[in-house]
T-cell receptor, first 114, second 114 residues
């Protein structure tokens, strides 16, 4: 089955700096890669996603890049703000008969220091 | 509109007791998922319902776990004879139509087994 590795597990940045979180996946048939933000006591919320037919997608301060050859994708947050502090999860959704299953990384705790 | 709701938000039970966790998906969403999130871990897929099709139960960790979805809407996850290792946050998600549509998560139920 699919395996998703996420790094780093914790990340601390100063307000205004950029933050980058990286994920690798194992199943070359995976074709959908969402990123979720989870604040304390809440469920994960989708912040951006990318499908395998594009290499990069941007939404304001957030961008995701995908390298299908290397089987890795990354989340980039620019001009970080204290409210960006949360746990971020990457996920991969497979192709074939299990294309509804999301396999998640173990999360990155991002702390933005004012 | 209303998002995915789950109840109760917190549940404390004694080892050996049965518990029922409820999920109300977004109205009109045909796909429903249950995940388990253990402390410091990513989300672990448990079960998937799609319309009237037979559910994919491949992620259920033991036969003490079961789930049903009545009328294609509300779902209940039941854990029988709870064990301490069942302590986790149980998250429900729904998606609109296709398996590859975005999954929207509820706030979760935090289960503590004493």
């Amino acid at each position: 089955g699919e395996n998703v590795e996420q790094h780093p597990s914790t990340l601390s940045v100063q307000e205004g700096d950029s933050a980058v979180i990286k994920c690798t996946y194992s199943d070359s048939a995976s074709n959908y890669f969402p990123w979720y933000k989870q604040e304390l006591g809440k469920g994960p919320q989708l912040i951006i996603d990318i499908r395998s037919n594009v290499g990069e997608k941007k939404d304001q301060r957030i961008a995701v890049t995908l390298n299908k050859t290397a089987k890795h994708f990354s989340l980039h947050i620019t001009e970080t703000q204290p409210e960006d502090s949360a746990v971020y999860f990457c996920a991969a959704q497979g192709g074939g008969g299990s294309n509804y299953k999301l396999t998640f990384g173990k999360g990155t705790l991002l702390t933005v220091n004012p | 509109g209303a998002g995915v709701s789950q109840s109760p938000s917190n549940k404390v039970t004694e080892k050996g007791k049965d518990v029922e966790l409820r999920c109300d998906p977004i109205s009109g969403h045909t796909a429903l998922y249950w995940y388990r999130q253990s402390l410091g871990q990513g989300l672990e897929f448990l079960i998937y319902f799609q319309g009237n099709s037979a559910p994919d139960k491949s992620g259920l960790p033991s036969d003490r776990f079961s789930a049903e979805r009545t009328g294609g809407s509300v779902s209940t996850l039941t854990i029988q004879r709870t064990q301490q290792e069942d302590s986790a946050v149980y998250l429900c998600a729904s998606s609109r139509l296709r398996a590859t549509d975005t999954q929207y998560f509820g706030p979760g139920t935090r289960l503590t087994v004493l």
